[in-house]
């Protein structure tokens, strides 16, 4: 199975619309079964101070993590840049699903991909090398062809990316992940 993760709860992202086409380019060259995970869908009591202690840990947040994280054995992240970084609700999610079942999580030779997307000139590079390292760290391979994608919102429209080379540098990106 694999997941697919946008990266921020900012409702109507553009990283919503690169997920969905993400989403949309694995279902029609895969066989594997394909999620699409939202974070801006995430349970409004993620963020307490006793979220770190298991008896405290949100039911919504466990059939998320039952869902979508055990289950998969790839991950697939579009994470936009934040401050130089990636979306703090991104590193929250992960740090809370820590807590309970982190082997079946994380661990067990999971494979991820990266796109950064940004406004800006950098595609998110910075906020893709971090979290290369922390996924390396939680023993998750991460596919070498990570994708910078730059000035976003000239390649979108309010539901789709209108900007064919975007479209298909996704795609053999997505061909590559497949392979690996």
């Known amino acids: ?16 619309i690169i997920a969905t086409h993400i989403y949309e380019l694995l279902r029609l060259h895969s066989e594997e079964t394909v999620q699409l995970l939202k ?9 307490h ?63 991820a991909a990266l796109v950064g ?3 800006g000139r950098s595609g998110g590079l910075r906020g893709m090398e971090y979290m290369t390292g922390f996924l390396n ?8 062809n990570k994708l910078p994608i730059s000035s ?3 390649l979108l429209d309010t539901h789709h990316i209108t900007d064919e080379n975007t479209r298909n540098v996704l795609e053999s990106q997505v061909m590559d992940f497949l392979k690996f």
């Open 117 to 119: 997307i940004s406004s």
């Open 1 to 16: 199975m694999i997941t697919v993760f946008s990266g921020t709860n900012r409702k109507n992202s553009n990283s919503a």
């Open 137 to 144: 760290y939680l023993s998750i391979q991460v596919l070498p």
């Open 39 to 47: 974070l801006e869908d995430l349970p409004n009591d993620l963020l």
């Open 49 to 111: 101070t006793n979220m770190y202690e298991a008896a405290q840990q949100s039911k919504a947040l466990a059939e998320i993590q039952d869902q979508y994280l055990i289950p998969a054995q790839k991950f697939f992240f579009v994470v936009p840049e934040y401050n130089g970084g990636i979306p703090g609700i991104l590193k929250l999610f992960i740090d809370a699903c820590s807590i309970r079942a982190y082997n079946a999580s994380f661990k067990g030779g999971k494979k």
């Open 152 to 154: 976003v919102e000239s």
